[in-house]
């Protein structure tokens, strides 16, 4: 029931990820944030009976918890808003890097050879990301020449009917919807936004170390209520310290409203599992990464982006990279 439970939470992830990116196409980074973590909030509340009865100590460890993902989500938010989701999507399996760090400086395990070489692995599929050997140039080239003319295909037919047209509004919000499909569908992005999903990763690895801990002695409902209470606590006080604004349009963004009915099952879903005895992270951190197809696939189909086939050979890597780690 547990590899159940983590595929799903694993397929949602991904789900969630494309839900994000149309969110933050029609409201704001921090707008999304706090009303997503409100209505998740929301969802959680009928259950608060269970919630309740936790001991004294455990606030501060799931409050502790609440802050790092109050981090983790403001940079992959803004990391997601800036790149392909597909691209986000291949960075994000970096977390098992920095979870197999911290189970060994944290927890004082060992990795094996076989962890070694996973790791190689898995290091090698995210550097082949930036660094593109001539060979594999050649290889995938017709993927990324195939979609270059698809868009610009779509750009002239657009460019073509607005010069029809005659009318500058229609050409300048038609232009500016069919350039973003340039802009999505590239993979030039600016090395900070890197670096913030690389920072999300870690922290997220952070959570998943706390979750495991945390769950040997307290139940789901106590960490998802607490945990959800905290996390909307952070982003409201964000708000007021900062005086960001919320516009009204914001509650009418019906991908936020989906998003959160999304965090709530997976989260659920991932919490049960934790909390079966005779569930192992190592296996859980390999079913988590079924995401990632989620994302590519869907950075080809919903948001027109480009050298799919290679990112789905760098995926490969990483993910046979994984499946050695945990043999």
């Avoid at 707008?31 to 998740?40: A, D, H, M, P, R």
């Avoid at 945990?227 to 964000?238: E, H, K, S, V």
Wanted: contains cysteine; positive net charge; charged residues 20%.
């Amino acid at each position: 029931m547990w590899i159940y439970l983590v595929l799903l939470y694993g397929i949602l992830k991904g789900v969630r990820d494309v839900v994000k990116k149309k969110a933050l196409k029609k409201s704001t980074v921090m707008e999304v944030l706090f009303i997503y973590t409100f209505l998740g909030f929301l969802f959680v509340v009928p259950d608060y009976k269970n919630a309740m009865g936790m001991e004294g100590k455990y606030y501060l460890w799931v409050a502790l918890k609440s802050f790092v993902i109050f981090l983790a989500w403001i940079c992959s938010f803004m990391a997601i808003d800036k790149m392909p989701i597909s691209l986000y999507g291949l960075l994000d399996l970096s977390r098992v890097l920095f979870a197999t760090f911290l189970g060994t400086f944290v927890l004082g395990e060992r990795p094996g050879k076989m962890q070694l070489l996973g790791l190689l692995l898995v290091s090698s599929g995210l550097l082949l990301l930036k660094y593109r050997p001539p060979f594999l140039k050649r290889l995938f080239e017709k993927d990324g020449a195939a979609q270059d003319k698809k868009l610009a295909t779509e750009n002239a037919s657009v460019k073509e009917e607005q010069g029809k047209s005659g009318l500058k509004a229609q050409e300048k919000s038609g232009l500016n919807g069919k350039e973003k499909v340039q802009k999505d569908g590239g993979d030039n992005v600016r090395s900070v936004y890197v670096l913030l999903a690389f920072v999300s990763c870690l922290l997220n690895a952070v959570s998943g170390l706390l979750d495991k801990i945390l769950m040997k002695d307290i139940n789901d409902s106590q960490l998802q209520f607490w945990y959800m209470l905290f996390l909307m606590a952070f982003y409201g006080i964000y708000l007021l310290v900062t005086r960001t604004p919320l516009r009204a349009s914001a509650w009418k963004n019906g991908w936020i409203w989906l998003l959160s009915i999304l965090f709530i099952i997976a989260d659920r879903a991932l919490f049960m599992a934790n909390g079966m005895e005779e569930s192992k992270v190592t296996v859980m951190t390999l079913i988590k990464q079924s995401g990632c197809i989620v994302t590519i696939l869907a950075g080809k189909y919903i948001f027109g982006e480009k050298n799919i086939s290679y990112k789905l050979f760098c995926a490969a890597v990483i993910i046979a990279g994984i499946v050695i780690a945990v043999i």
